[in-house]
């Protein structure tokens, strides 16, 4: 089991930054990979970067170069730095890992947290 705690949402005018936490516990020697996603209302669930255990990022190609995803291992912490933000990145942010213990695969999800931008 990973628990995952999200913090630093919030409202900010287009133009402006947040930084997204994920603080994540439990058997997170298991976690091959973390990973942001954003849902906005109406919209489906998608993939706004991610980072695997090898360090490799995924960048979903709306965000690149204004958002990065980066880890504190030490922390077992994963921030998304969100910079230049558009009222279209409007969304519930989500955290995300994918763990593999012994070929058991799992997801697991954080709480979700509110990022609004404003025009």
């Known amino acids: 089991q990973v628990q995952l705690v999200e913090s630093g949402g919030g409202l900010v005018q287009a133009g402006g930054s947040l930084r997204l936490s994920c603080a994540t516990s439990?058997?997170?020697?298991?976690?091959?990979?973390n990973g942001w996603y954003r849902q906005a209302p109406g919209k489906q669930r998608e993939l706004v970067a991610s980072?695997?255990?090898?360090?490799?990022?995924t960048v979903a190609d709306s965000v690149k170069g204004r958002f990065t995803i980066d880890r504190d291992n030490a922390k077992n912490t994963v921030y998304l730095q969100m910079n230049s933000l558009k009222p279209e990145d409007t969304a519930v942010y989500y955290c995300?890992?994918?763990?593999?213990?012994?070929?058991?695969?799992?997801?697991?999800w954080g709480q979700g947290t509110q990022v609004t931008v404003s025009s």
């Open positions: 995300n890992v994918e763990t593999d213990y012994r070929l058991q695969f799992r997801t697991y």
């Open positions: 439990g058997s997170t020697f298991a976690i091959t990979s």
């Open positions: 980072i695997n255990r090898g360090g490799r990022l």
